[in-house]
């Protein structure tokens, strides 16, 4: 037998199964109600819109450019939309500012791969977005916690970095109703964000996945656009935004973007090219007509089904869950995070609530890069319709007002 553990690199014993991927195995189970798996209901999908986009390709003369390689910035088309896409965003660029990427998770690797040396550090929320953690994590890094509740001083920062055995790299965040909190950055606290990396002259990632996903409120400006209008512009910007398709219209074409200034497309490009060569054309072309096509509409009636999940869950936790139990209350996005009552513990609930009365969620340590959260818990409304939501939130709160009854009875 080969002894493989003695032949792995020594970041191979950093990486870590994703729960939620784990989570998303009770989803053929047709009797658990889910509220774990962070994703688009596939009964939205602008699916005929797709068949044309296919047909279209596949049926004319630009076939066999769909089928062939392609460059490694996306293709232009893809490219275009994205440009004028994020200039109604408030942020003014080229095709030169943009990489496609086989979805934002492969944005998150390549940043990663691009700005972390073993020891180096990375600002995260806490909690934050699981995968981040993950895709990130492979490149040795240390983490560090950034946002409320922090109010550290760059100095601070740059001094626990310096133990850690290297420099601040980057701020990593999701400002609109973020995974997993569905929480949102107001005006001023990206603002603070911003100026402090011009203090630690560090990057920040922007990873938006859920921007488009707004059901309240007016929309505040991206961190990227924020950027621009203070230092002249993208080329002199520090941020670089993550996008994707697919939260908005499909995540099976794996199909997200990076906008940045040419400098750092341009050797992210160079990672694309060492990686996977390109992103499927056939997938960009077919996005790029869809998008051209029934983006706006589409992005407007799934808004209206989500929001109404969205009240549904909040409707149903205000009447089932048990006293001493917290909750957001997110302007958009897929998450409301809970926080139980004091002493719960979140993964040991999961495993009860699964069993006594088929209900999933996420343990909410599992998005702390140093374990905390332990008892909290990230539920998603995305994939449940109204009348589902309300019995599995009044199942849960079952569970959780049993679980409380027996600890107090255990302290007596």
Not at 155 to 182: C, H, I, M, Q, W
Not at 196 to 203: K, T, W
Not at 254 to 261: K, N, P, Q, V, Y
Not at 283 to 305: D, K, L, P
């Amino acid at each position: 037998m080969t002894a493989w553990d003695s032949l792995y690199a020594k970041r191979a014993g950093r990486m870590r199964a994703s729960e939620i991927r784990e989570l998303l195995k009770l989803l053929d189970q047709p009797d658990v109600i889910s509220f774990a798996g962070g994703i688009p209901d596939a009964t939205l999908f602008p699916a005929e819109a797709f068949q044309k986009a296919y047909a279209d390709i596949l049926g004319g003369e630009e076939a066999g450019k769909a089928l062939q390689y392609g460059v490694s910035e996306g293709s232009l088309r893809l490219r275009r939309w994205i440009v004028a896409h994020m200039q109604d965003l408030g942020v003014a660029c080229g095709p030169e500012n943009i990489l496609v990427t086989s979805g934002s998770q492969q944005a998150l690797d390549y940043i990663g791969k691009l700005f972390l040396s073993a020891g180096d550090t990375a600002l995260v929320q806490s909690p934050t977005y699981l995968g981040a953690l993950q895709a990130f994590n492979a490149y040795e890094p240390a983490f560090d916690r950034l946002g409320a509740g922090t109010n550290f001083a760059a100095s601070e920062y740059t001094a626990r970095a310096a133990e850690a055995g290297g420099s601040v790299k980057f701020a990593y965040l999701s400002p609109d109703f973020a995974n997993p909190t569905g929480l949102t950055l107001d005006l001023e606290e990206r603002l603070q964000v911003l100026s402090l990396a011009g203090e630690l002259s560090c990057a920040v990632v922007e990873d938006a996945p859920y921007q488009s996903l707004r059901y309240d409120g007016d929309p505040v400006p991206s961190l990227l656009a924020l950027d621009c209008d203070a230092s002249g512009g993208i080329e002199s910007a520090r941020t670089l935004y993550c996008g994707s398709f697919s939260k908005s219209l499909s995540p099976g074409l794996r199909l997200g973007w990076i906008c940045a200034a040419s400098e750092v497309i341009s050797r992210l490009v160079l990672i694309k090219q060492a990686s996977d060569l390109n992103t499927p054309v056939l997938n960009q072309e077919a996005m790029a007509r869809v998008a051209e096509s029934v983006y706006e509409t589409h992005t407007a009636s799934t808004n209206a089904v989500y929001k109404a999940r969205r009240d549904a869950m909040l409707a149903a936790l205000e009447r089932h869950m048990p006293q001493g139990t917290r909750w957001t209350k997110p302007g958009g996005g897929m998450f409301i995070w809970v926080e139980l009552p004091d002493g719960m513990d979140g993964a040991a609930l999961l495993a009860r609530s699964v069993e006594m009365a088929r209900v999933a969620f996420v343990p909410g340590s599992a998005f702390h890069p140093d374990g905390r959260g332990a008892n909290t818990m990230r539920l998603s409304f995305s994939c449940a319709d109204p009348d589902r939501i309300e019995t599995g939130i009044a199942r849960l709160g079952k569970v959780i007002a049993q679980a409380v009854t027996s600890a107090q009875h255990s302290a007596a």
